[in-house]
């Protein structure tokens, strides 16, 4: 594809898992080429885990690195070893998600890639950052949560906390290290320099509490749960027809909102009622307000009430399934929700990219095969001789 605003970088990819496939993704969605680097015994481990067909990598893994090159190397041996010296020389990023210190036993800290190439940009995602107390402690996405104040921060009063499904840890963080990433390689065109980056999952995701942490900045206080009630106290979930596990719409009614909910659903005598004039009345009463609501949303589906409180200006949204966002005709019409074609795999759904650049349109590929593109990138960008291929595999160097 031409024209992609990353085009010109070169990624070697050395993560798993989440929090680095995902960042690597990223940027190999806006034109990067992206070399997914994985051992000789059998690559990333999301490659199996959780899947639902034999012999078939996961979506597990396919859903963290479509737009990928894939090859695979062992660098516990001298030869796999020079090997990777040369993918450093080729690269302007590695990007990896080993537990701290990982990199430097393998010989291959910042200062050791720096040294092979001055220009590139070390890229590391660790659980709780590279120095500090805990930075010796692994972590994963709900430990990462629970640390970070997310956990305690989600669920409801008088329950334990509840994790949020959403990988504001993995995810969240290779995020965040695909902006560093661009930072530093923006950078790079002023001081002809590369540079090592650092995210901590935790850190990440303290980023993200920021209106979490208003309160706990400016009032202080216990830290209370709120539920499906929300900050204010009054409910934000309201059921709709035909009842069943997911026919919910989320309403906001803070402030003038509750007015022009009031309006939209006919009921404008509500805003005479004293016992509903202000936030602070409403939450008085707040089981009424939810009465009110209730019987207007009940009459109608999820997608109704949406669709007809929108247009007012009404902040609301029908509450979703995760199986109905990949129904959904809006997020087709946005592709969001894409089929990729893969002669081995099978054409597969998958989700595409929430970047839209006018200029660096994305097409979703799939993702590499184990090992795919290793004799490609071994003869073709690293000069190796196609004759010493086959030695390579026996001694175990590459699949």
Same mark, same amino acid.
Request: hydrophobic letters at 35%; one cysteine or more.
């Given at each position: 594809?031409? =024209? ?15 929090? =680095?496939?995902?960042? %690597?993704? &990223? ?21 199996? #885990?959780? *899947? ?33 010296? +040369? ?7 590695? &990007?990896?998600?080993?537990? +701290? ?28 950052? #590279? ?11 709900? @430990?990462?949560? @629970?640390?970070? /104040? ?31 990433? &661009? ?10 320099? %590369? ?15 920021? !209106? ?14 709120? =539920?499906?009630? =929300?900050?204010? %106290? ?6 709709? *027809?035909?009842?069943? *596990? ?8 803070? %402030?003038?909102?509750? $007015? ?11 805003? $005479? ?16 307000? +939810? ?20 247009? !007012?200006?009404?902040?609301? /949204? ?39 650049? $006018? ?27 196609? *004759? ?12």
């Amino acid at each position: 594809m031409t =024209g992609q605003a990353l085009k010109r970088f070169k990624i070697l990819d050395m993560s798993r898992v989440q929090a =680095g496939p995902s960042c %690597g993704q &990223l940027l190999a969605w806006l034109g990067a080429d992206v070399v997914k680097l994985e051992d000789t015994a059998g690559g990333d481990n999301t490659r199996w #885990e959780l *899947s639902h067909q034999e012999n078939v990598d996961s979506v597990y893994f396919t859903i963290f690195n479509n737009n990928k090159r894939a090859m695979t190397l062992n660098l516990k041996d001298d030869r796999g070893r020079e090997i990777f010296t +040369k993918l450093v020389e080729w690269a302007d990023v590695v &990007l990896e998600n080993f537990s +701290k210190g990982v990199m430097e036993r393998l010989g291959f800290g910042y200062e050791k890639l720096r040294e092979i190439n001055p220009r590139v940009v070390h890229a590391s995602i660790k659980g709780f950052g #590279e120095y500090g107390r805990w930075s010796d402690f692994k972590s994963f996405e709900l @430990a990462a949560q @629970a640390t970070s /104040g997310a956990l305690a921060a989600n669920g409801y009063p008088d329950r334990p906390p509840v994790a949020t499904p959403v990988g504001v840890g993995d995810s969240g963080t290779g995020l965040h290290t695909a902006i560093g990433i &661009l930072a530093a390689l923006h950078q790079r065109n002023d001081t002809g320099e %590369g540079q090592h980056v650092e995210v901590s999952m935790q850190d990440g995701i303290v980023n993200l509490m920021r !209106y979490r942490l208003i309160s706990s900045l400016s009032v202080g206080g216990a830290n209370i749960r709120p =539920g499906y009630r =929300g900050g204010n %106290g009054i409910p934000r979930v309201y059921p709709c *027809s035909p009842g069943e *596990s997911d026919d919910y719409i989320m309403i906001q009614l803070r %402030g003038q909102a509750f $007015e022009t909910v009031m309006i939209a659903i006919g009921r404008e005598d509500i805003l $005479e009622d004293e016992r509903f004039a202000t936030d602070e009345t409403r939450l008085e009463h707040a089981d009424e307000v +939810k009465k009110i609501i209730d019987a207007w949303t009940t009459q109608r589906t999820k997608f109704e009430a949406f669709e007809h409180l929108a247009p !007012y200006g009404i902040w609301c /949204g029908a509450v979703i399934s995760p199986e109905e966002v990949l129904t959904n005709e809006h997020l087709i019409e946005r592709d969001m929700i894409v089929t990729v074609p893969d002669s081995e795999r099978g054409d597969y759904q998958m989700i595409g990219c929430p970047i839209k650049l $006018e200029a660096s349109p994305v097409e979703v590929t799939s993702a590499p095969h184990y090992s795919q593109h290793t004799n490609e990138i071994l003869t073709e960008l690293l000069g190796v001789e196609e *004759s010493e291929l086959p030695e390579l595999r026996e001694r175990g160097v590459i699949v």
